[in-house]
């Protein structure tokens, strides 16, 4: 399936910003969706995800209580609530998805077929 993730851009520390992630021609029921970022130099990491079928989520713990991944049945789309957002925050963010993810495997961004094109996040000090 093809994402298109939108919603980037650039704040100020303490601010807020929406991302969202769709799929192309193609519904999001039995997938698992996840957020992750690539900060320059660093490795991908796991930013948030949400099992559709049953709404459950999971975080990464630097993002607990500021970030909420949810999903919209009627939009077909998975968002993603970026609150009192840090510097460490900035990154370019990218949603991805996939049928087959077990629990275990959410946060392993091998896990996912299917990726969006990233969208820039910067959050200034």
């Known amino acids: 399936v093809q994402l298109q993730a939108s919603g980037g851009g650039l704040v100020q520390a303490g601010g807020s910003l929406r991302l969202s992630c769709a799929p192309s021609g193609h519904t999001f029921r039995g997938y698992t969706v996840a957020w992750f970022r690539q900060a320059p130099g660093k490795e991908r990491e796991f930013v948030a995800g949400i099992r559709w079928n049953s709404g459950s989520t999971a975080y990464e713990d630097s993002v607990k209580g500021r970030f909420t991944i949810s999903k919209n049945n009627d939009r077909n789309t998975v968002a993603l609530q970026m609150n009192s957002l840090k510097p460490e925050d900035t990154a370019v963010y990218y949603c991805?998805?996939?049928?087959?993810?077990?629990?275990?495997?959410?946060?392993?961004?091998?896990?996912?077929?299917?990726w969006g094109q990233g969208t820039q996040v910067t959050v200034s000090s």
């Open positions: 991805a998805a996939d049928r087959n993810v077990i629990l275990s495997s959410m946060r392993d961004s091998r896990a996912y077929d299917s």
